[in-house]
């Protein structure tokens, strides 16, 4: 995708549809075209923030090297399998792979 | 005979430990109140009332057996439908968890039970947690208890309305750029965000992971601290909670304010800011000047990118975080699949998902693609250092910063929903908090035509006993 | 000559935790019903949180340290953003080397014999689902998923383009599962536990990345491959686009990825829930110090203790296992050059001709010490060994029990043989005559002696016999 507009296209909103797997609707490509850009217009906002020698701040806590034991401990599977919609046997399923 | 369902959580507790209540009697109450005028208002999607009689007649045997019970002995609670609750229906208020059981519950959820609490039920919300006014439920919205034509604010607007109506005794919601205390102020009610880190993540289903905290909603200050001390603490499953020394919230019920410094950010009072509120806000500033705080107007110019800068956080956090929603492990699942993988995953989010949660995601994933990462999410989240930067200056002088919660009065319903940035706009002094993960409280400060409105108070971080002390003396003043 | 350059991207499991990365799953999944080995957090249920295991920090340390590459002040975990079936939560936890990205390690290099091959990178991931068909790829209507493999540990180990052959980059894969499994943090022979996706450019041409490579054997052959087929694109005056291509390992072709319509983009950014990781120097000292030994010292160990050869020590070393195992057949039978050429030349041709792994095998050094000394003591000729030897890895049968069952005792006694020479001397009078003129005609008497026992008769007692006899015959 080109840097090139401030704007998003309709061909944009296509590629982010495929690459969020939403499908959307023809309506819904016009009502995001104009919505998403309006949106976008206020964000440009922090455009104006000088800002660019500080570091971002990913996390707010100041937390380091959390971590746990590398000790094994049993859950139950069956429970955790419970809401899979589409089952067979063991096996999860999913729709088809070419 | 009492009206149990509009006694305090305080109450509860010192009346069942000196045998004067029945759990029965009261939860009881509370049910049949629910059962008559949730109809209408709509904060529950789903009311537990077998498994919350069942417990209340274990709460009374315990007691009859002279056991020892929790901090929140028997009080009957709602819980917003993004936390989850072992084997009770958790859907986010979305079609794409319109079915999903749990099999866990959230850390916090097993530490409020293990204060022997009770769940009447999973309050309504805007779907995933996106929205100021809980019009986004894929089950339809959550009236405003005190005018039904307004909103109650959102997204935890099920759990204030709930409070607020009486149809449990507290609740729980989450906060993640004012999602409690934008309900809590248009419901009239006390909401307060934790420090970040405070209370564990851990069975929150995520929006936006390093803004949101599940957050108490209760009908007074005195109940807040109760029920903040029973859901803080470390949690070795959420990577992100802090190890935190008990602290006893309630010593900090005083009954003064002298020495308080409270700074007033003019930002707080910006274009948009309705007059009926930023009058009654000013007149509590001034109450708690006369019981001895001192306040000074300043201005944190930082102020004017925090919104820009939450919701290209929030929307690009979001747009990860519901990826995971694609109907094979759990959720809903479309019954045609006769197409590819990447087809069906993509018909079956269509039908999923709500409109604006469609377009935080598509939005979302622009901020982080290639080309645009730097340009937005980057470059917000540096903004968030700048914000951050400005109030630990401003908490170095003030131990207190004040303003209105919500910018405006209730909104009716319907009002805000075409435009996405007006709904958006809303946020505006609810934000900061969330950005830097400092605590901050809305209580009810006045109401303009019986609509209430709420005054926020922020913080530094660990600093939420100086947040219940202001709101305290406050409360206490103006009820008199 | 055409400048081949090939680079590779190789995913390695630690093994050797005993739980997944970021949940207390088990990792022992193998052989194990389908998702029985799963929990909310690796199922990705709604609200659930990743935890960082600190053994798999520890052994990523000691990889780092083994391949020379320099380990990080401080690490992050980027989101990796991308949909497919086997992914839980439709992103990967990885680690990133750009956007502020701080991966496990950077540079690095493992020696070959021929040269150095420089890493770029390693940095710590987590392992998707399996994916399996009802019926094949194409006919499936639906895939099926198991989740036991998901959040298993992953290493990616990322190469600089230094490889300039097939065999060079197969050389560089037995080098590095050999450093792996002498650190003891990855059994390259648990199967799936080592993946490989590979970059090959031809003349400074466009580079293509092959994936789906299963083993390391077929690494060689989808190299070799697209060597051919973009060299044929050259020698038509045309080029290889810059694109992926898929290894098929049936038709032993690469071919294109479906042409998608639009671009891949992972949008990587840090990930939220999990906090930074600090490697401090004390932490990396006291790794350093539990270092076991790495192949290239332990080949030189091997040579100069039992003065073998570079080639058996090579292959030894290689397949750690049966270096452990000639070390332990050494402590009751002291011949180091009988063990390992047993062991380099028909124990591992066997197993690799049946397909068998060397963590299945069902002999210990005991049966080899056995055998040995049963050739030892005249009981089996070394012939009849390599028999023995065969049967003993395919039953796990001690050597003692197969010999009185097959019945392959050697035939010692000279009263025995004495018959047999008679009638085999009878039988074949003409080469007799030959034997009685030229000395080297007996070994056409001897074998047939040997063919009528099957090569049971001791082979030094009948060779006796037979000069003896024509001794006798030439004095008469």
């Not at chain 1, 998003?8 to 499908?23: F, G, N, Q, T, V």
């Not at chain 2, 009697?25 to 005028?37: F, M, T, V, W």
């Not at chain 3, 091997?302 to 296992?321: G, R, T």
């Amino acid at each position: 995708m080109k840097q090139n507009n401030e704007k998003i296209s309709k061909k944009e909103i296509k590629h982010l549809s495929w690459l969020a797997k939403i499908e959307l609707s023809i309506e819904e490509e016009e009502l995001f075209s104009k919505q998403l850009n309006d949106i976008l217009s206020y964000f440009k906002k922090i455009d104006e923030a000088d800002v660019e020698k500080l570091s971002p701040t990913h996390h707010v806590v100041e937390l380091i090297n959390v971590m746990r034991v590398d000790e094994p401990e049993s859950s139950a599977s069956d429970e955790v399998l419970k809401n899979v919609p589409k089952i067979k046997g063991r096996y999860v399923k999913a729709p088809r792979i070419v | 005979m009492d009206r149990l369902f509009e006694l305090t959580a305080f109450e509860i507790t010192q009346r069942m430990k000196n045998g004067e209540l029945s759990a029965v009697e009261y939860i009881s109450a509370l049910l049949q109140r629910i059962n008559d005028i949730d109809p209408e208002i709509h904060a529950y999607l789903t009311v537990t009332e077998d498994m919350a009689l069942k417990k209340a007649k274990e709460i009374d045997a315990k007691l009859k057996r002279g056991e020892k019970l929790g901090k929140l002995c028997g009080v009957g609670m709602a819980v917003k439908d993004n936390i989850c609750t072992k084997d009770i229906k958790t859907t986010c208020s979305s079609k794409a968890l319109e079915n999903f059981i749990p099999p866990y519950n959230a850390t916090v959820v097993d530490f409020i039970e293990k204060e022997d609490a009770i769940i009447l039920g999973k309050t309504n919300m805007d779907e995933f947690a996106m929205g100021s006014s809980t019009e986004f439920s894929y089950f339809g919205p959550t009236l405003n208890p005190l005018d039904n034509s307004k909103v109650p604010g959102g997204s935890s607007g099920g759990s204030a309305a709930a409070v607020a109506s009486n149809e449990a005794t507290v609740s729980l919601g989450s906060d993640t750029g004012g999602s409690v205390r934008c309900p809590a102020s248009f419901c009239g009610v006390v909401g307060l965000k934790p420090t970040y880190g405070l209370v564990s993540r851990y069975g929150l289903i995520a929006y936006a992971n390093s803004l949101e905290q599940i957050s108490p909603i209760t009908k007074d200050v005195r109940d807040l601290t109760i029920l903040l001390e029973c859901i803080i603490g470390h949690d070795k499953k959420d990577s992100t909670s802090l190890n935190s020394t008990k602290v006893d919230y309630s010593g900090f019920l005083k009954d003064h304010a002298k020495g308080l410094k409270i700074g007033v950010p003019k930002q707080f009072f910006g274009e948009g800011t309705d007059d009926n509120v930023s009058k009654n806000v000013w007149n509590a500033i001034h109450t708690m000047n006369g019981l001895g705080a001192d306040f000074d107007e300043i201005s944190i110019e930082s102020l004017d990118y925090a919104l820009a800068s939450y919701y290209i956080i929030a929307i690009s956090e979001a747009s990860s975080n519901l990826a995971r929603y694609d109907g094979i492990r759990y959720g809903f699942r479309i019954e045609d699949e006769s197409q590819d993988w990447d087809v069906a995953f993509s018909k079956n989010r269509k039908e999923a998902f709500g409109q604006e949660v469609k377009r935080r995601i598509i939005l979302g994933t622009y901020a982080l693609s290639a080309g645009y990462y730097d340009k937005y999410y980057l470059k917000a989240q540096k903004v968030r250092t700048l914000i951050k930067t400005d109030f630990e200056k401003a908490f170095t002088q003030y131990d207190i910063l004040a303003g209105p919660t919500m910018p405006i009065l209730p909104f009716k319903l319907g009002e805000k929903t075409k435009d996405p940035l007006e709904m958006y706009m809303c946020d505006l002094d609810t934000v900061p908090a969330n950005l830097i993960g400092t605590p901050a409280i809305s209580i009810p400060c006045g109401s303009h035509n019986d609509l209430p409105i709420g005054i926020q108070f922020m913080t530094k971080p660990f600093n939420e006993g100086t947040l219940i002390q202001t709101s305290y003396i406050l409360e206490q003043n103006l009820k008199n | 000559m055409t400048e081949i350059k090939i680079g590779l991207e190789v995913h390695t499991q630690l093994t050797n935790l005993r739980t997944k990365l970021f949940c207390s799953c088990p990792t022992d999944y193998r052989g194990k019903d389908a998702n029985s080995y799963v929990c909310s957090v690796c199922l990705g249920l709604p609200g659930t949180l990743p935890v960082l295991n600190e053994k798999a920090v520890r052994d990523a340390i000691l990889v780092a340290l083994a391949l020379n590459s320099k380990i990080s002040d401080k690490m992050f975990f980027f989101r990796k953003n991308y949909f497919y079936p086997d992914m839980p939560k439709n992103f990967q936890i990885s680690q990133y080397d750009k956007a502020g990205g701080i991966t496990l390690s950077t540079g690095g290099y493992v020696l070959l014999p021929e040269k150095k091959v420089r890493i770029r990178r390693i940095q710590i991931e987590e392992d998707p689902a399996r994916i399996s068909y009802e019926g094949t790829i194409y006919a499936s209507k639906s895939a099926l998923v198991d989740y036991n493999r998901a959040g298993i540990a992953l290493l990616e180990i990322v190469t600089e383009p230094d490889m300039n052959s097939p065999k060079e980059a197969r050389i560089f894969l037995q080098k590095l599962r050999s450093i792996l499994e002498h650190l003891e943090v990855s059994s390259a022979e648990l199967e799936g536990s080592m993946r490989c996706d590979a970059n090959i450019s031809l003349a400074g041409g466009k580079r293509v990345e092959i994936k789906n490579i299963s083993s390391f054997k077929e690494v060689e052959r989808a190299l070799s491959f697209e060597i051919t087929r973009q060299k044929n694109l050259l020698s038509r005056g045309a080029s290889s686009a810059m694109e992926t291509r898929h290894w098929d390992e049936l038709r032993r072709v690469t071919v294109t990825l479906r042409v998608k319509e639009e671009e891949q983009d992972y949008r990587y950014f840090p990930e939220p829930d999990l906090v930074p990781i600090a490697i401090e120097k004390e932490l990396i000292e006291k790794t350093k110090s539990t270092m076991p030994e790495l192949p290239d010292a332990h080949k030189d160990r091997l040579m100069k203790k039992y003065s073998i050869s570079s080639q058996n020590a090579e292959v030894l070393v290689n397949n750690k296992i049966l270096s452990d195992f000639f070390e332990e057949c050494l402590k009751s039978y002291d011949e180091p050059d009988i063990i390992s050429n047993w062991l380099v030349g028909d124990l591992l041709g066997y197993i690799h001709e049946k397909s068998i792994k060397l963590t299945e095998l069902k002999i210990g050094p005991k049966h080899i010490v056995n055998m040995l000394e049963l050739i030892d003591d005249g009981t089996i000729s070394g012939k009849i060994a390599k028999d023995v030897l065969e049967e003993m890895i395919d039953t796990g049968k001690e050597p003692e029990i197969i010999i009185k069952e097959k019945g392959l005792i050697r035939i010692h006694s000279r009263a025995t043989i004495e018959k047999l020479a008679d009638e085999v001397f009878k039988k074949h009078s003409e080469a007799v005559k030959d034997a009685l003129k030229v000395e080297r005609a007996m070994h056409f008497l001897i074998g047939k002696i040997m063919e009528m026992t099957k090569g049971k008769a001791d082979p030094e007692l009948t060779k006796e016999i037979v000069k003896d006899k024509i001794a006798e015959q030439q004095k008469s």
